[in-house]
């Protein structure tokens, strides 16, 4: 029980006027203190719904049906809202994927992080400016006395990403879910702002969870991945055995369908068809109808996550086991 | 640089966008004397490049750094400020909308976001009629409804959803459908400007697939805008690097990916992220990419450059070539200071 979050069957659903939606459908994973853990999938996949519900931010009609969220032992989807607006903000931050959206156009950026540290922590405003200070610093902000009193549109992409970032370790949070960093931003500017997630997690043994689409990120910042698929988790485990020895046949068509591994001008390897809507997941195995190895067993039964001889290495698969 | 066999040669080319606003706000004070003072974007500046026929130019670059002005200006979408295109020898870019006619029907485009770029309201049998009736008056109700058949066949798309709207087609099929109309025409020449850049990896290989069957098969040629650096690698015949406007490294593709010349091209290249490469050892640049409405003198590149020396602040590097076929533009090069 020394994990820093484990989220157990997790299920989510939205509720609609015809029904209930499943999102999510029965996801496990753990995270360790300053383990860096990557979930990847396309879009649709249940990547940031997930996200969302390790932070208790659901929006309606999205609630989570079924399943446990613990962080540091305790359980995060049972409490009431008043204690956890005492840990979301506080214990888990969140980057989001726009710093121009996250980023309140009409406030200060001192304003902005001032409000942050009041609303946790018991100190005076001097107090919380130098906290700051020291926060923007770290995120390698040039000449953060002045840039506190700037306005988020005075600032580049990459710089107002930092100042997200920034903002979100005021509190020296235990956990952050960065849901997309940087797919707003130009590579340059990404590299460095993954250098900085990576040094972050390292000197303030913070736990990260990177959502992301981009395989590429995942496997330079991560040491563990979750694939995720039509709202389960389809293969996890160290990202150096997932990127380079990937078994289910999800996760080798995605590597696969990558420019840069072939010969340039060759045809791609296409996975076949598209990821199914929320309303028509396919019964048995989600991925069976793109699948090429696909068995009748496939069409029947949705596969469990098991682990291969490496404890740390699962796949839900029924033909490669 | 001058090549007749080219299918498209652009030569010098500018666009400046005024962005100004009305008199009233073009007024400043200054020096307690009141003075007009205009703003521009200096999107391109001195642009020159060819394209050979069946040719797969990729252009990359970070966001303002001039990619999609360039591909629209090369269609006439914004005319040039000063500058040439030629299209197979014959300059396009002065020509009246008449007599621009002939030459849209060879150079089609197609746009990023599929979302935004068919409109909501035509079936896709509506959207796909539509340029090849107005290309082809004479055309009898029989030839259209097998063009539209065949070239819906061709990029994969059911010809029996044909009255559908676009809105009941996923992202890929939708950037499907765009590549269809822009295929009806049965152009020469094709603007991709950013086409995979919103679909998921699994639809991006899909549609990759199929412009470079559609290349193969009709011998089209591409201007092919992206920011994806892998995508340029695997596509594209050649590439341009684009930064603040200017072109500073063109090359084969294999060269510019096996040894590039530019410290930009060195700096972008090896921030791309790299599968199972657990250790990034990226070049840092410094500063952060300067606003176009303000060009640095000399070189646009100098502020965030290693090599940076007093003639880069000073001069700004033409684009030189190489014995191997590499056009950079850098003093730095030209003097074997890298």
């Known amino acids: 029980m020394s994990h820093l979050l484990e989220v157990k069957d997790l299920e989510v659903k939205f509720a609609l006027r015809f029904g209930d939606l499943t999102a999510i459908n029965g996801v496990s ?34 609630y989570i049906s079924a399943g446990r969220v613990l962080l540091e032992g305790q359980e995060l989807n049972r409490l009431p809202e008043e204690d956890m607006r005492k840990i979301r903000g506080n214990r888990i931050s969140m980057i989001f994927q726009d710093p121009m959206m996250t980023l309140n156009p009409v406030l200060t950026i001192k304003t902005q992080m001032i409000e942050t540290i009041l609303a946790h922590a018991n100190v005076s405003k001097t107090e919380a400016t130098d906290i700051a200070l020291d926060k923007l610093k770290k995120v390698h902000i040039p000449s953060s006395e002045k840039r506190i009193h700037q306005y988020p549109h005075e600032c580049s992409g990459g710089m107002r990403q930092r100042i997200v970032v920034a903002i979100a370790l005021l509190t020296n949070p235990a956990l952050i879910i960065a849901d997309e960093p940087t797919t707003a931003l130009d590579v340059t500017i990404q590299a460095e702002i993954m250098d900085l997630l990576q040094e972050l997690c390292a000197s303030e043994k913070m736990g990260l969870i990177l959502i992301t689409h981009d395989l590429g990120v995942v496997s330079q910042v991560t040491e563990r991945i979750a694939v995720m698929y039509a709202g389960k988790i389809a293969e996890i485990g160290p990202t150096q055995v997932v990127i380079h020895d990937p078994q289910h046949p999800y996760t080798q068509g995605l590597i696969k369908a990558l420019p840069g591994s072939l010969q340039p001008g060759s045809r791609l390897n296409q996975i076949p068809g598209m ?6 997941i396919p019964p048995g195995c989600a991925f069976h109808p793109r699948c090429t190895i696909s068995d009748t067993i496939c069409r029947m039964e949705v596969p469990a996550l098991i682990s291969r001889h490496d404890h740390d290495h699962m796949i839900a698969c029924h033909v490669v086991k | 640089m001058e090549n007749d ?11 400046h966008f005024d962005i100004s606003g009305g008199l009233l706000e073009q007024l400043r004070w200054k020096n307690g004397r009141i003075v007009r003072r205009k703003t521009t ?62 030459f849209r029907k060879k150079m089609q485009m197609i746009f990023q976001d599929p979302y935004a770029s068919l409109n909501p309201r035509m079936t896709v049998k509506r959207t796909l009629e ?16 097998d063009k539209v058949e065949e ?14 709207y676009p809105h009941e087609f996923s992202g890929g099929q939708r950037q499907r459908i765009s590549i269809a109309r822009a295929l009806m025409v049965d152009p020469e020449f094709i603007v991709a400007d950013e086409p995979v850049s919103a679909l998921d990896v699994s639809i991006q290989a899909q549609i990759l697939n199929l412009l470079m069957e559609a290349q193969e098969k009709r011998g089209l040629t591409y201007l092919f805008i992206t920011h994806d650096l892998s995508v340029v690698e695997h596509f594209s015949t050649r590439v341009a690097v684009m930064y603040l406007g200017k072109i500073c490294e063109l090359a084969a593709t294999s060269e510019l990916f096996e040894s590039p010349r530019h410290p930009y091209t060195q700096a972008l290249l090896s921030a791309i992220p790299e599968l199972g490469r657990q250790k990034p050892t990226h070049i840092k640049l410094k500063g952060e990419v300067p606003t176009p409405i303000e060009l640095p003198a000399g070189c646009v590149f100098h502020g965030r450059c290693l090599y940076t020396d007093e003639r880069c602040i000073r001069e700004v590097p033409q684009l030189i070539s190489l014995n191997s076929g590499v056009e950079v533009a850098c003093h730095a090069v030209e003097e074997n200071r890298i």
């Open chain 2, 41 to 102: 974007v200096k999107a391109l500046n001195d642009i020159s490049f060819s394209i050979m026929p069946r040719e797969i130019l990729g252009v990359v670059g970070e966001s303002g750094c001039g990619k999609s002005t360039l591909a629209r200006a090369v269609l006439g979408l914004y005319p040039p400020d000063s500058g040439e295109i030629n299209y197979q020898s014959s300059r396009i870019d002065n020509l009246t909308p008449h007599q621009m006619l002939p």
């Open chain 1, 275 to 280: 990821m199914p809507t929320l309303t028509d």
């Open chain 2, 151 to 164: 070239v819906m066949q061709q990029v994969g798309v059911e010809p029996s959803w044909i009255t559908r």
């Open chain 2, 130 to 145: 539509e340029p090849f009736l107005f290309h082809n008056k004479s055309a009898t109700p029989t030839e259209v409804k």
């Open chain 2, 5 to 15: 066999n080219s299918l498209l040669a652009v030569n010098n080319l500018v666009k």
């Open chain 1, 29 to 62: 994973l753990t995270l360790d203190k300053g383990e860096r853990l990557g979930i990847v999938g396309e879009s649709g996949a249940g990547k940031s719904v997930t996200g969302f519900a390790i932070i208790n931010l659901l929006s309606k009609p999205g």
